[in-house]
């Protein structure tokens, strides 16, 4: 009588903003258009979703049934059949409730969804859309009723620590029931599903001989726990983690190590939302976006700024991505907050302990840009980052500042490493600060291993400049910004890790000041994932292995002058150059290439590395093309083109 699962996830009838009721299929936000054109006006407040269901066949003597939410954002209330049967707050991980005594023949579940203001659910202050609804799925679990702890937290009931030891590995596997008399089974797979090692106990430690290593994007390699609850030789119920043997740490004078060698965490960050979706996405975005992430080369991502779905988790198992997890308690330290960043601290860490990719948990982001009352907030640090490590004594805490918070703040020495959300080079004039910052840093705290948590610079595909300056929102600044951050952590070896800020352009409603408004487009692709930016390349050629060539500026089409600069990303060793068939010129590269190229009416460009190519037109134009700019909104507030 193991478990059975099935969705809950058509025909919900929503009652949104103005009570207009209408028929939607989950997952679904009320703030997937409104959350997304600026103005800082999208409904926050309370929205109802009522479905019906025909109770699930099982056996009333010997099994129960849950229900069980995978992200409702940001506050829940749930009621079957007229019964209040729970209350959950925060939006971004799973919860589950028994309802077995509640179930009738045909039942009518409602769900009170709350995205409102109020001053103790994180998070109430930052920049990105908090999207209300029943956004990840919704399914019922019939189960036994001597189980696996299912009430603990959203938890598997079931926690796995590897411990790497010599070439061998220590294996622990501590889980909790409800059924004392009950015998615990453990046994080990290995990728191909064959039994390797078993153990058996509620604590039970295994060693396994010269395991094979989870060794990042290279080998991502990992092993099955079946943990199996039985009584006279019958399962009960089980429970299947994958997970990892990996060891890590971090070198204050020579970063990331994994498995015992220098492993730098090439970082991006991800938002979660979607052009037109907002956060109610499914498995083939999420799926993109890994893709995406992969073709760039990156080794490491920051899931900002809350837990993440389970599948992007095990996705990052598989494919081998190192991964900093978080809670959303950020911008703002809220007096009253204090009991959600535990719980949510809770969450996030008892149902993401199995998983490999995760090295660090992330205590809270920028929280000293707005905070009141620093006693308390600090206080709420050191319980937070206490709470992680008596939680789980395997992994290291970190914590993102704010540009502001200087490197002597309190805040800064809580947690055992630490990041730095920095732009200097975009709100702050001289990219040359950025080695003048890491490098004081550095001397002043040699023991400190520091990040940037974030960088990054707003880029639109469709604003160009063949002068580009810092804050004209256009793809050749960003690039032009990137090539110097790259270059500028090559020199800072000793960094522990570095985050693109971001992956993707994200929704950020309360932004109308430059570019789009209700945007943040500092990703390296686009909000629809449709255009990779010409920054995306660039990382591509520091990172990545897979062999290829590109022509920057290629959407910048109209040149004007006798001459233009035709810059080329590679990580090729050398490219040779052909306009209208002539060749240009060739070059050894080093990542980044420009060649100077006279001007014909019409320009077709072609860049060879080996048998790899690439190809733009460009035409020669009096003036440049006015769409390049932005024009003024229709406030009149500010131009858009800064």
């Given at each position: 009588m193991?478990?059975?699962e099935?969705?809950?996830?058509?025909?919900?009838?929503f009652a949104?903003p103005?009570g207009?009721?209408?028929?939607?299929?989950?997952?679904?936000?009320w703030?997937?258009i409104d959350?997304?054109?600026?103005g800082?006006?999208?409904?926050?407040?309370t929205c109802?979703?009522?479905?019906?269901?025909?109770?699930?066949?099982?056996?009333?003597?010997?099994?129960c049934?849950?229900?069980?939410?995978?992200?409702?954002?940001?506050?829940?209330?749930v009621?079957?059949?007229?019964h209040?049967?729970?209350?959950?707050?925060?939006?971004?991980?799973?919860?589950?409730?028994?309802?077995?005594?509640?179930l009738q023949?045909e039942?009518s579940?409602?769900v009170a969804?709350?995205?409102?203001?109020?001053?103790?659910?994180?998070?109430?202050?930052?920049?990105?859309?908090?999207?209300?609804?029943?956004?990840?799925?919704?399914?019922?679990?019939?189960a036994?009723?001597?189980?696996?702890?299912?009430?603990?937290?959203?938890?598997?009931?079931?926690?796995?620590?590897p411990?790497?030891d010599?070439?061998?590995?220590?294996v622990?596997?501590?889980?909790?029931?409800n059924?004392?008399?009950?015998e615990?089974v453990?046994?080990?797979?290995?990728?191909?599903?064959?039994?390797?090692?078993?153990?058996?106990?509620?604590?039970?430690?295994?060693?396994?001989?010269?395991?094979?290593?989870?060794?990042?994007?290279?080998?991502?390699?990992?092993?099955t726990?079946?943990?199996?609850?039985?009584e006279?030789?019958?399962?009960?119920?089980?429970v299947?983690?994958r997970?990892?043997?990996?060891?890590?740490?971090v070198?204050?004078d020579?970063?990331?190590?994994?498995?015992?060698?220098?492993?730098?965490?090439r970082?991006?960050?991800r938002?979660?939302?979607?052009?037109?979706l907002?956060?109610?996405?499914?498995?083939?975005e999420?799926?993109?976006?890994?893709e995406?992430?992969?073709?760039?080369?990156?080794?490491?991502?920051r899931?900002?700024h809350?837990?993440h779905?389970?599948?992007?988790?095990?996705?990052c198992?598989?494919?081998?991505?190192?991964?900093?997890?978080?809670i959303?308690?950020?911008?703002?330290?809220?007096?009253?907050?204090?009991?959600?960043?535990i719980?949510q601290?809770?969450?996030?860490?008892?149902?993401n302990?199995?998983?490999a990719?995760i090295?660090?948990?992330g205590?809270?982001?920028?929280?000293?840009?707005?905070?009141?009352?620093?006693?308390?907030?600090?206080?709420n640090?050191?319980?937070l980052?206490?709470?992680?490590?008596?939680?789980?004594?395997t992994?290291?805490?970190?914590?993102?500042?704010?540009?502001?918070?200087g490197?002597?703040?309190?805040?800064?020495?809580?947690?055992?490493i630490?990041?730095?959300?920095?732009?200097?080079?975009?709100?702050?004039?001289?990219?040359?600060?950025?080695?003048?910052?890491?490098?004081?840093?550095h001397?002043?705290?040699?023991k400190?291993?520091?990040?940037?948590?974030?960088?990054?610079?707003?880029?639109?595909?469709?604003?160009?400049?063949?002068?580009?300056?810092r804050?004209?929102?256009?793809?050749?600044?960003?690039?032009?910004?990137?090539?110097?951050m790259?270059?500028?952590?090559?020199?800072h070896?000793?960094?522990?890790?570095?985050?693109?800020?971001?992956?993707?352009?994200?929704a950020?409603?309360?932004r109308d000041?430059?570019?789009?408004?209700?945007?943040?487009?500092?990703?390296?692709?686009?909000?629809?994932?449709k255009t990779k930016?010409?920054?995306?390349y660039?990382?591509?050629?520091?990172?990545?292995?897979e062999?290829?060539?590109?022509?920057a500026?290629?959407?910048?089409a109209d040149?004007?002058?006798e001459?233009?600069?035709v810059k080329i990303?590679?990580?090729?060793?050398h490219?040779?150059l052909?306009?209208?068939g002539?060749?240009m010129?060739?070059?050894?590269?080093d990542?980044?290439v420009?060649?100077?190229?006279?001007?014909?009416?019409?320009?077709?460009l072609?860049?060879?590395?080996g048998k790899?190519?690439d190809?733009a037109?460009?035409?020669?134009?009096?003036?440049?093309?006015?769409?390049?700019k932005?024009?003024?909104?229709?406030?009149?507030?500010?131009?858009n083109?800064?």
């Open positions: 193991r478990r059975r099935s969705l809950l996830d058509r025909e919900w009838q949104g103005g207009k009721t209408t028929t939607v299929r989950l997952p679904h936000t703030n997937n959350g997304q054109d600026g800082n006006d999208y409904y926050r407040g109802t979703y009522t479905t019906t269901f025909a109770a699930p066949a099982f056996a009333a003597d010997a099994e049934v849950y229900l069980e939410f995978d992200g409702v954002n940001a506050t829940a209330d009621t079957l059949n007229g209040p049967c729970c209350h959950h707050d925060g939006g971004y991980s799973t919860f589950r409730v028994e309802v077995t005594d509640l023949t039942n579940l409602q969804v709350d995205n409102s203001v109020n001053d103790h659910v994180y998070p109430q202050k930052a920049d990105f859309t908090f999207y209300g609804g029943i956004y990840r799925d919704v399914k019922l679990i019939v036994n009723k001597k189980h696996f702890d299912m009430d603990h937290f959203g938890g598997p009931g079931v926690k796995i620590t411990v790497v010599g070439e061998d590995a220590k622990t596997v501590e889980s909790w029931n059924a004392p008399e009950a615990t453990i046994t080990i797979l290995d990728a191909a599903g064959k039994p390797v090692a078993a153990g058996a106990g509620s604590n039970a430690v295994i060693v396994m001989k010269k395991p094979h290593r989870w060794d990042g994007v290279k080998d991502p390699y990992l092993y726990a079946v943990a199996e609850l039985k006279d030789g019958n399962v009960l119920d089980e299947r983690l997970f990892g043997v990996r060891a890590f740490h070198d204050k020579k970063g990331f190590f994994l498995n015992g060698r220098c492993y730098p965490l970082g991006v960050s938002h979660q939302d979607r052009k037109g907002g956060n109610a996405i499914t498995q083939a999420h799926d993109e976006d890994l995406l992430i992969r073709e760039m080369g990156a080794t490491s991502i899931l900002a809350y837990q779905s389970q599948y992007f988790y095990d996705r198992d598989e494919m081998g991505f190192v991964v900093w997890a978080e959303p308690y950020i911008s703002e330290h809220l007096t009253n907050g204090r009991e959600n960043t719980s601290m809770k969450e996030l860490i008892t149902q302990y199995h998983h990719c090295v660090c948990w205590v809270s982001n920028e929280i000293t840009i707005s905070t009141k009352d620093k006693k308390d907030m600090l206080d640090h050191h319980v980052n206490d709470l992680c490590h008596e939680m789980d004594s992994r290291l805490t970190t914590l993102a500042c704010y540009a502001m918070c490197p002597f703040n309190k805040v800064a020495h809580i947690t055992d630490v990041g730095w959300n920095l732009y200097l080079g975009w709100y702050v004039p001289g990219l040359f600060l950025n080695d003048l910052w890491i490098s004081f840093f001397l002043v705290y040699p400190r291993s520091l990040c940037f948590s974030e960088y990054g610079c707003e880029g639109m595909p469709n604003l160009h400049s063949a002068h580009p300056r804050g004209d929102h256009t793809e050749e600044y960003q690039a032009k910004y990137h090539e110097f790259l270059r500028c952590f090559n020199r070896p000793y960094m522990w890790a570095n985050y693109v800020w971001n992956m993707f352009d994200f950020a409603d309360a000041q430059g570019g789009e408004p209700g945007m943040n487009h500092k990703g390296l692709v686009t909000f629809d994932r930016k010409d920054s995306f660039l990382y591509k050629a520091f990172w990545s292995d062999p290829f060539v590109h022509i500026g290629k959407r910048m040149r004007t002058g001459n233009t600069k990303y590679t990580n090729q060793p490219v040779k052909y306009n209208n002539k060749v010129g060739e070059a050894d590269v990542k980044v420009t060649f100077t190229v006279p001007l014909s009416d019409v320009n077709k072609e860049v060879r590395a790899l190519r190809t037109v460009l035409k020669k134009v009096s003036s440049p093309n006015p769409s390049y932005l024009k003024k909104d229709k406030n009149k507030q500010k131009s083109w800064v």
